[in-house]
């Protein structure tokens, strides 16, 4: 079993910036990538960026250049400092962690990006 923690969400102008950060806990030697997902009200849940364990990443083409996502596998924790945000990033985050062919998911933190 893998537990994962979300935080860093929050209420920020468009243009600025936050950072999210996930700890796992539980059986966390088996954790291979991690990601984050979010979804925006009405919209179905959709990948932001994924990191391997040995730190290969990936980006959707909408954050791509504004988003990074690292990892810390001394702390089990994932990153993702998210600067340049658009109203069209708010959203409902989601980190994702795939341990021994199960997906486990945090509970999602809030980001909203308005003026």
């Known amino acids: 079993q893998v537990q994962l923690v979300e935080s860093g969400g929050g209420l920020v102008q468009p243009g600025g910036s936050l950072r999210l950060s996930c700890a796992a806990s539980?059986?966390?030697?088996?954790?291979?990538?991690m990601g984050w997902y979010r979804q925006a009200p009405g919209k179905e849940r959709e990948l932001v960026a994924t990191i391997t364990s040995g730190g290969n990443t990936y980006y959707a083409e909408s954050v791509k250049g504004r988003f990074t996502i690292s990892r810390d596998n001394a702390k089990s924790t994932v990153y993702l400092p998210m600067n340049s945000l658009k109203p069209e990033d708010t959203a409902v985050y989601y980190c994702?962690?795939?341990?021994?062919?199960?997906?486990?998911w945090g509970q999602g933190t809030q980001v909203t990006v308005s003026s």
């Open positions: 539980g059986s966390i030697f088996s954790i291979g990538t």
């Open positions: 994702n962690a795939r341990s021994q062919g199960v997906v486990y």
